[in-house]
């Protein structure tokens, strides 16, 4: 199959414990060991839904959901107030309901190809309109060495803390009321 051809015989499929694994390197090992080893039993324990985008030959890309919340606890206060804004003071809150993408990967042969983006289009849009939960901002734990992508997928930074040694990561937030 030529690569045009894998591009449009793409499909998005929710793993299950019977999903046998097709070829993926996303080029970062932890990212490439959580789909192998740990996806599913996240799933059994319901601690993340795992969704894998692919074609006959290969995983292209996957993302993992779990419910979330952006709260004022790990706000900074001039961000705070800038999503206070978007409600009315009767809905102003100290917390908003939201979905954290857990862990987002595309496979290092269709990397660049606006595939990432293609997914994070398809999540903003399933729930603002086809969510069947409240849900109004989408969150990520981006890895330092991705936030760029973030940026251009129009994601800002709750706070200014830098977390973790090893793999360093902002908090960073999607606010889905702004899609027309
Ligand atoms: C980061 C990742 C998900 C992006 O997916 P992708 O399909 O390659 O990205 P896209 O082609 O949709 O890129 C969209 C834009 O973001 C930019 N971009 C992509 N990855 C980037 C990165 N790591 N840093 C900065 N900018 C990046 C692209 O240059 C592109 O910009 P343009 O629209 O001006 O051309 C993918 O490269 C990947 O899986 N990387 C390894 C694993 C990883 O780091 N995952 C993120 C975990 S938080």
């Not at 414990?17 to 070829?23: A, G, L, S």
């Not at 969704?51 to 890309?61: G, K, M, R, S, T």
């Not at 100290?94 to 862990?103: C, L, N, S, T």
Request: glycine share 4%; charged share 30%.
């Amino acid at each position: 199959m030529g690569f045009e051809q894998k591009i449009q015989a793409m499909r998005i499929v929710r793993l299950d414990d019977e999903y046998h694994f097709k070829h993926f390197d996303c080029g970062d090992n932890d990212l490439n060991e959580f789909l192998l080893k740990d996806a599913k039993d996240y799933q059994r324990r319901l601690l993340a839904v795992t969704y894998l985008i692919e074609n006959e030959d290969d995983i292209v890309a996957y993302f993992s959901l779990a419910n979330d919340k952006i709260s004022l606890n790990e706000s900074t206060k001039s961000v705070w107030r800038k999503i206070k804004r978007n409600f009315p003071r009767s809905k102003h809150r100290r917390d908003y309901p939201a979905v954290k993408i857990g862990r987002l990967a595309v496979n290092k042969s269709y990397q660049g190809l606006q595939i990432g983006t293609i997914v994070m289009n398809y999540l903003k849009n399933l729930f603002k309109s086809r969510s069947r939960t409240g849900c109004a901002y989408l969150t990520v734990d981006a890895l330092s060495k991705a936030v760029g992508f973030y940026e251009k997928n129009g994601f800002d930074y709750l706070c200014d803390k830098v977390s973790g040694q090893d793999y360093p990561t902002r908090l960073m937030y999607f606010d889905i009321n702004r899609l027309k």
